[in-house]
């Protein structure tokens, strides 16, 4: 494969979050999805992805982590998430089937813009002739999907279907502990519970929550402790 006019991540304006990775993923009930997410990316597996699911269960985590995998390998990788590139023209596309890997999330975000739709439906077969990998992240199954161009929802179901699914309290707990570890503080196991208890049940919520946490702790030079979180969160 020649990659030498590949189109590259930091062009785009979009950049990968370092902490996206497969070992900071709390699996929970999502290994088989996590497990060929993790093939794709380098190439081995299904050649087309999709995984679903609400907002918190991992899918732009899951898409970020397959590029990561696929940078130390040398296999050119795009990130695309819809939330950022909608506002640009579809040419974009043109020229990624050449990359080894290419992960579109949010796909939900193109329904009913035409252009957009039937940009993404000839990307995809432009990469089933390079013989490359697609995965596709969105918030509902392919034909739950409202998009207009029947061709394009056919498409997004060749490959294997996933649901991500959220994380019990259990997982949960062990999420938020392993997000403490990677920004260098202990989080312990009954402050865990008490923020998983009493805050809301989005991941996505618990995360910048603990983020915000994380930040007045440093501030105040005081540990994340239960009387310091319900001091702080006005609980």
């Known amino acids: 494969m020649n990659s030498t006019n590949a189109p590259q991540q930091l062009p785009l304006g979009v950049s990968l979050r ?3 990775r497969f070992e900071n993923y709390q ?6 999805a996590c497990g060929m997410i993790r093939q794709a990316a380098v190439g081995e597996g299904e050649q087309f992805l999709y995984v679903w699911g609400s907002e918190g269960v991992g899918c732009s985590h899951l898409l970020q982590a397959a590029c990561h995998v696929a940078e130390p390998l040398r296999r ?9 590139i ?4 579809p040419v974009i596309l043109e020229g990624m089937e050449h990359l080894g890997l290419v992960c579109i999330d949010d796909i939900q975000l193109i329904a009913g813009h035409a252009v957009w739709e039937e940009a993404v439906f000839h990307l995809f077969n432009r990469i089933r002739q390079e013989n490359n990998t697609l995965i596709v992240g969105g ?7 409202p998009i207009a161009l029947p061709d394009l929802v056919s498409r997004l179901s060749w490959g294997v279907v996933f649901q991500l699914l959220p994380l019990d309290d259990e997982n949960k707990i062990e999420a938020i502990k392993l997000r403490a570890n990677l920004r260098g503080f202990k989080l312990p196991d009954d402050v865990a519970k008490y923020l998983v208890h009493h805050a809301s049940r989005s991941m996505n919520d618990l995360c910048q929550m603990l983020d915000h946490l994380d930040k007045a702790s440093l501030t105040a030079q005081r540990k994340v402790t239960i009387p310091f979180i319900k001091q702080e969160m006005g609980w």
């Open 27 to 32: 699996v929970g009930d999502n290994g088989l």
């Open 86 to 89: 909608i506002h640009l023209s």
């Open 139 to 145: 918030n509902a199954a392919p034909r739950q999907l």
């Open 18 to 20: 370092d902490e996206a």
């Open 76 to 84: 050119p990788a795009v990130y695309l998430p819809m939330s950022e």
